[in-house]
């Protein structure tokens, strides 16, 4: 496919999406997703950049119901176990909704597949360097979940080891990440942590910086 230029339209609607896409916990109770839809959206994340073209990421479509229970449990365990880390915020923490995955149409664990060997750009980093290639992969699909109108949110309250076992992963594999994915009522106006008063954004004065470590 020859390369194209964008206009401003296309630029803006891009910047758009970006803006726009939100880490989602709230899903429309029994609903679907077109399967052409779905196709396009896993199309994209597998089109995602990666270190030494590695492409170390595994999709997996849980469909089987009982499977899913398995995953809220170990979900729910793990939820358990982060708030007892939280001391002062505890009961303000159980408050939060953590997971979609009990009402979401689509659910999609992100594996990163046992070491291929790749040298070429992760010598230094092998391990870093696949989960950068994989989380660009989530990336891929989180815009272009946004951009069909589907909602989308990473649930990484769980052991990998618990997941690996469930979902059958060969040794050396790691589940890094269980997606979400479908129809919302409404979007959040913001991230729904700073909605809720539990986290802001940073300023980008405070992440940027020239020649030196910001400060």
């Known amino acids: 496919m020859p390369s194209i230029e964008f206009n401003e339209d296309q630029r803006q609607a891009i910047y758009s999406v970006i803006q726009q896409r939100r880490d989602m916990r709230h899903f429309c109770k029994n609903s679907q997703v077109d399967p052409d839809v779905l196709k396009r959206i896993l199309m994209a994340a597998h089109q995602a950049p990666s270190v030494g073209l590695m492409q170390p990421w595994r999709f ?114 790691k589940p890094i990440a269980l997606l979400c994915l479908g129809p919302v009522q409404q979007f959040y106006d913001r991230p729904m942590l700073e909605q809720l008063d539990w986290r802001h954004p940073e300023n980008f004065e405070k992440v940027y910086a020239e020649d030196q470590y910001p400060v």
Do not use: Y
């Open 60 to 173: 997996i479509r849980i469909q089987s119901a009982k499977i899913r229970q398995e995953v809220i449990h170990l979900v729910e365990e793990e939820r358990q176990k982060t708030a007892a880390l939280m001391d002062h915020r505890q009961a303000e923490f159980l408050q939060l909704k953590i997971s979609g995955i009990e009402d979401c149409a689509e659910l999609i664990a992100v594996v990163l597949a046992p070491d291929d060997g790749t040298v070429l750009g992760r010598r230094t980093m092998p391990q870093t360097m696949a989960l950068c290639s994989a989380s660009c992969a989530i990336q891929n699909m989180w815009l272009a979940a946004r951009a069909e109108n589907l909602g989308m949110g990473w649930v990484s309250f769980f052991q990998p080891q618990d997941i690996a076992e469930l979902l059958a992963c060969p040794q050396g594999s």
